[in-house]
């Protein structure tokens, strides 16, 4: 069954610290792949996305993703977290119908 | 580009009611989904539409849920006979087909939260 899976539910890193989340995918072939942010009672922004091509792909906001087909890993990262980097980030997948496939989430809190 | 627009942002009714949701994607934008999302838990898909057609519907939506875009622009997604399982935040996307690949990217709206008492 395809899938998509967020080892970490949640994560906790100072302002101005780097951020890595990880996502890995269970599909035939390679899916389309996204990174959405969710800030409390708000629906989803798209940061990046992953069609074909360069593995590393820039977003907005400073965030950046880079796609290993080995580990069937999508890693969402940042250098520099800010304060209003808190929110929940979800790792979406699709491939062949249009629907996403959305991992659990992980939310990330920013301490000061 | 005024974005996807949900409507009401909260919902709360009793157990039994019928509540109905609408969602205005962004113009232009011919594909229209439905996701719901519970506390804890990322998106899972209902629906979607191309144009009017709804060409798939998920085994989530049972009998009490009904989605229609009868214009193809808005869509509304209706729930029979509520049940305290049905609360969780509905969200709805669209997205425009241009190159083969830009047509899985989907932008959100705020979603709708449907709290059942």
């Known amino acids: 069954a395809q899938s998509v899976t967020q080892p970490d539910i949640h994560i906790t890193v100072s302002e101005g610290a780097s951020l890595e989340l990880r996502c890995n995918y269970s599909?035939?072939?390679?899916?389309?792949l996204f990174w959405y942010v969710q800030s409390p009672g708000q629906g989803l922004q798209l940061l990046l996305k992953y069609f074909s091509g360069d593995t590393l792909v820039q977003g907005i906001k400073g965030f950046e993703a880079e796609f290993k087909r080995s580990q069937s890993s999508f890693n969402l990262r940042k250098p520099s977290v800010h304060w209003s980097d808190a929110a929940e980030y979800f790792c979406?997948?699709?491939?062949?119908?249009?629907?996403?496939?959305f991992g659990a989430g992980t939310t990330v809190t920013v301490r000061a | 580009d005024t974005g996807v627009s949900q409507d009401p942002r909260h919902k709360i009714t009793k157990r039994g009611q019928n509540v109905t949701f609408r969602c205005d994607p962004i113009?232009?934008?011919?594909?229209l989904y439905w996701y719901r999302q519970t506390l804890g838990q990322g998106p899972e898909f209902l629906t979607y539409?191309?144009?009017?057609?709804?060409?798939?519907k998920s085994r989530l939506l049972s009998d009490r849920f009904s989605a229609e875009r009868p214009k193809g622009s808005f869509s509304t997604l209706e729930i029979q006979r509520t049940e305290q399982g049905d609360s969780a935040m509905y969200l709805c996307?669209?997205?425009?087909?241009?190159?083969?690949?830009?047509?899985?990217?989907?932008?959100f709206g705020p979603g709708t939260r449907l709290t059942v008492t």
């Open positions: 996307a669209s997205s425009l087909p241009r190159k083969a690949a830009a047509s899985y990217e989907q932008y």
């Open positions: 599909y035939g072939a390679t899916p389309y």
């Open positions: 113009s232009e934008h011919n594909r």
């Open positions: 979406a997948a699709a491939s062949g119908d249009y629907k996403l496939s």
């Open positions: 539409f191309q144009n009017e057609a709804q060409l798939e």
